[in-house]
């Protein structure tokens, strides 16, 4: 009984997943793929949970979701109409090339799984309560991968700065500033 | 009398070396008493040297110094050796002693030029590498030393390089010299091959012994024959003497009259062993020089540069030095380059002084009348003279006499035709030399030579360090012919006795005979010169010989049309056929195809990201298909 | 393990990728070409987390964070980037761009 809620709830979230990530790509405005790609992170979260990952839902709900996503909506709305650019770009050729090339990529990956499938990727291991949970996560960000996790803060500030300066106004615009400051 | 020398040797060397590496932190003046003062250096070591073999037995007199060994490849080893023993003690004493005068000369001739410190380096450098040559003690040291006077000969022979026809006759002057050097290479390469060594010992011991075969030391002679023909200026390979008066005044005189062109005499005289075994090619070095002072005799009685009258005059008197040594007279031969060295430098020197007089004018038909303008000019150019023509009691009396007696002791139909084609030389020496003597310096004066330079009319004929070095050089031409009395003493013949035997001995009835006769020619000849002057008439009256003569018995022509034009023609056709289209013609293509492969591929830089990313993601695609595949 | 079995998720992420990839070679608006990223990226995350479930080390969920705080970083400045642009009032298209050629 309980698997097969299970298997319900993965299939739902899954088709979600799939659905809201094609909206993304399809999508005309700017603002629909973004609400699309809060879905599919919406369902993706489901889906680790059903992994066990119960921290990294969390984190993808959190970060990505409210932080992340947040960000670029802020953006579109900064844009506003500006955002509105051609569907696809490119010569016909390409475009077909890229649709293949996609699908040629899909195609191989989903053979590479489902020739294991039977195998090594069934034997799923044994976890206990502490998979996934914050306490592991935190001991492992702090003996075994903690070069990483030095990096990662690393990479954020420069992150951060990076943002700063793009944001920041350049010399003519604070001259035209000025400008029509002066002006009555 | 090793330590003097090394002094000799490298006291040039280091002066040389001074001027070069001060530039022009020194004066000219400076460099030229530099350069002066280090040859003189040299001249004091080879005194010392000289007297202190002097005082040795005649046996003990050659000694070998080695410095360091050089050359070491295989079972060929040679060292940085000097030979000295009489006869290269000779030469040093000629090359440090003439040379300090002609360069002591030269401060009073160059002055005043714009490039006079580099003319002084190259004097120093020139007495460097003649000194090199003749105290070499094997025989590559020799060849270094030759090589490197040819050098020097081509440096001062271009010194006034913004002349055209300077820098020809440099060229032409080196060209001939390095097919000279080019054969004595061919010799060495036969010596090394065959006796394995190039010290002079051993070739010589492997060429009196008779080790080396007929064949062997007949090719080996024929190629110093050929070296010693091209430096030395002997036809066949005489063309560029003339033309090397393109130098100045004192390069001619030591360069082209003194030393560098007697070297060749020298090297006949230091490797005679092997000319002794190579009989035919030691007459043939006497018969090349009596077909060049023929020659050249009757060519210089139609020349009208000063310059070139006593050019010709020192290719026809090195012939004769020839001639010595093709008979075996080495110590006559080198008596006559030792008394030669002073009269015909003393003859270029005071030409020089006529020359400097008269601004630059080399004409000597726009001579005359010089004599009572300048006096002293006027006596040491007689004395000169006629030291040449061999007048006794002057130096050129008592050595080419010497010769020729000894071409008649030698005897046989060789003998007797060096002796009669010797006797006629004297004769042509009196003709070309009073010829000379009296357009210069008698009758009337010619228009443009009746306002003397102005500079000089404060300081007579000349400053003093040009007049000194000709006053002792006249000085010596008078008085060194006394040291060869026949059959009242011969110092020099014994010096060198040991050193180079003598293969005929003239008694002293053949000398005073030959003497006799040879003085009576060339007073006739010179009396011949008198008349025809007296009347105002050429010796070679105008027709076909005098044509004949004017271009030199049409040599350069024939070398031109032989050698150079298909040469050129040559070296045109490979350019246009093979260098042009093959070698630039490959490089070009290389270049183009680079371009052409270049743009071809930057043609994939679209710039459109779009499609880069394609291209990564296909990249990726195939590369997860072939991990797919290969597992 | 309760539900469908690991093969299920990694087709899932292998699926999310290739759209996002479609995605990425196909749209012109920066900002479109930047959400299909992060598509792709997110894609990547479940396989992650996939594996780690498979073999029980969490070192799989540990990356996927790392990969998440990347992402951040990533989208921060790629707005900057498009905020800029869209300030000098530059089209934003991302085939306008072709300064990059050879």
């Known amino acids: 009984m309980g698997n097969v809620v299970v298997w319900v709830i993965w299939l739902v979230a899954a088709a979600a997943c799939l659905f809201t990530g094609v909206r993304v790509v399809i999508a005309t405005s700017p603002f629909s793929s973004a609400l699309s790609l809060i879905g599919n992170l919406a369902s993706l979260a489901t889906l680790y949970l059903l992994a066990s990952g119960e921290f990294i839902a969390a984190a993808q709900i959190l970060v990505y979701a409210g932080a992340v996503m947040v960000m670029f909506l802020f953006v579109i709305a900064y844009l506003g109409g500006r955002a509105d650019a051609p569907w696809a770009g490119g010569t016909k050729l390409i475009q077909a090339a890229s649709v293949v090339t996609a699908s040629a990529l899909m195609a191989v990956t989903l053979v590479a799984v489902m020739l294991d499938a039977g195998g090594r990727l069934s034997d799923e291991s044994d976890v206990d309560r502490a998979f996934g949970s914050p306490a592991e996560m935190g001991r492992l960000f702090l003996t075994d991968h903690l070069l990483a996790f030095e990096i990662t803060s690393i990479v954020l500030l420069v992150a951060a700065v990076g943002g700063v300066v793009l944001g920041m106004r350049s010399q003519a615009e604070a001259l035209a500033d000025a400008e029509e400051a002066a002006q009555p | ?255 082209h009259a003194a030393t560098m062109v007697t070297a060749g005499v020298y090297l006949i005289c230091r490797t005679h062993p092997v000319f002794e075994a190579a009989p035919e090619v030691q007459h043939l070095a006497a018969i090349l020089g009596l077909i060049t002072l023929l020659v050249a005799g009757v060519v210089a009685l139609v020349q009208w540069d000063i310059k070139r009258v006593i050019a010709y005059s020192t290719m026809s008197q090195i012939g004769y030095m020839f001639v010595g040594a093709g008979v075996g007279a080495y110590g006559f031969a080198m008596f006559h380059l030792v008394t030669h060295a002073f009269f015909k430098a003393l003859l270029f020197l005071a030409a020089g002084l006529v020359i400097h007089h008269l601004s630059g004018e080399q004409d000597i038909r726009k001579m005359g009348g010089l004599r009572s303008s300048m006096r002293f000019t006027h006596l040491t150019f007689l004395v000169g003279t006629l030291a040449l023509v061999g007048i006794p009691p002057l130096s050129g009396f008592w050595s080419k006499d010497a010769i020729l007696a000894s071409t008649l002791a030698e005897g046989g139909v060789l003998g007797w035709v060096l002796y009669v084609g010797g006797l006629v030389g004297a004769l042509l020496t009196g003709l070309y030399s009073l010829r000379l003597y009296l357009l210069v310096f008698h009758g009337e004066p010619a228009a443009q030579a009746e306002a003397p330079h102005a500079e000089h009319a404060h300081h007579g004929e000349g400053p003093r360090s040009m007049t000194i070095p000709v006053a002792v050089l006249a000085v010596g031409s008078a008085v060194a012919g006394l040291l060869g009395i026949p059959g009242v003493w011969h110092p020099f013949e014994d010096w060198l006795h040991d050193v180079a035997e003598p293969l005929v001995e003239p008694s002293t009835r053949q000398e005073w005979l030959t003497s006799g006769l040879a003085v009576t020619l060339g007073v006739l000849g010179a009396l011949l010169a008198w008349r025809a002057f007296k009347a105002g008439r050429e010796l070679v009256p105008d027709g076909a010989v005098r044509t004949t003569l004017e271009h030199k018995l049409w040599f350069d022509e024939l070398y031109d049309t032989v050698f150079s034009r298909p040469g050129q023609a040559i070296a045109v056709t490979l350019r246009d056929r093979f260098e042009t289209p093959v070698v630039q013609g490959g490089l070009d293509e290389v270049a183009e195809g680079t371009l052409r492969g270049a743009a071809a591929t930057s043609a994939a830089q679209s710039g459109l990201l779009r499609t880069y990313a394609l291209a990564i993601t296909i990249s990726v695609a195939v590369l997860a298909l072939v991990f797919l595949v290969v597992r | 393990m309760m539900g469908p079995g690991i093969p ?95």
């Not at chain 2, 271009?158 to 020809?168: D, L, Q």
């Open chain 2, 1 to 255: 009398m090793i330590f003097g020398s090394w002094v000799c040797l490298l006291a040039p060397l280091v002066g040389f070396l001074a001027i070069l590496l001060a530039g022009t932190r020194i004066t000219r003046r400076q460099a030229g008493i530099l350069s002066t003062t280090s040859v003189f250096v040299g001249f004091a070591g080879a005194l010392v040297a000289f007297f202190d073999a002097w005082g040795r037995e005649p046996e003990e007199r050659g000694e070998l110094t080695t410095a360091w060994t050089w050359l070491k490849a295989g079972e060929l080893e040679v060292g940085l050796e000097l030979l000295i023993d009489p006869l290269s003690l000779v030469m040093m004493l000629v090359v440090t002693g003439i040379g300090g005068l002609i360069v002591l000369y030269s401060n009073g001739y160059m002055a005043g030029d714009d490039e006079e410190r580099r003319y002084f380096a190259y004097m120093a450098f020139f007495v460097f590498s003649m000194l090199l040559l003749v105290m070499g003690g094997n025989l590559l040291l020799l060849l270094v030393g030759w090589g490197l006077v040819g050098l020097a000969s081509y440096l001062l022979i271009g010194f006034h390089h913004e002349r055209a026809s300077a820098v020809a006759a440099a060229k032409k002057a080196f060209v001939i010299n390095a097919l000279g050097d080019a054969l004595l290479a061919l010799a060495f390469f036969l010596a090394i091959a065959k006796v394995g060594s190039l010290d002079f010992g051993v070739v010589f011991e492997a060429a009196e012994s008779g080790e080396l075969s007929d064949t062997v030391a007949t090719l080996v002679a024929l190629g110093l024959l050929g070296g010693a023909v091209a430096k030395s200026a002997q036809i066949p390979f005489h063309t560029w003497l003339p033309d090397a008066m393109e130098g100045p005044t004192p390069v001619s005189a030591l360069i």
């Open chain 3, 8 to 102: 299920w998720y990694l087709a899932i992420s292998a699926m999310l990728f290739s759209i996002g990839v479609a995605g990425v070679l196909l749209r012109r608006s920066p900002l479109i070409v930047l959400l299909s990223l992060e598509l792709m990226l997110n894609a990547a995350n479940l396989a992650f987390v996939g594996f780690s479930r498979l073999f029980g080390e969490m070192d799989g969920q540990v990356f996927a964070l790392s990969v998440m705080a990347v992402a951040a970083a990533e989208v921060c400045v790629g707005l900057g980037l498009i905020v800029a642009m869209a300030r000098r009032n530059l089209a934003l298209d991302v085939d306008a761009f072709t300064e990059l050629r050879g």
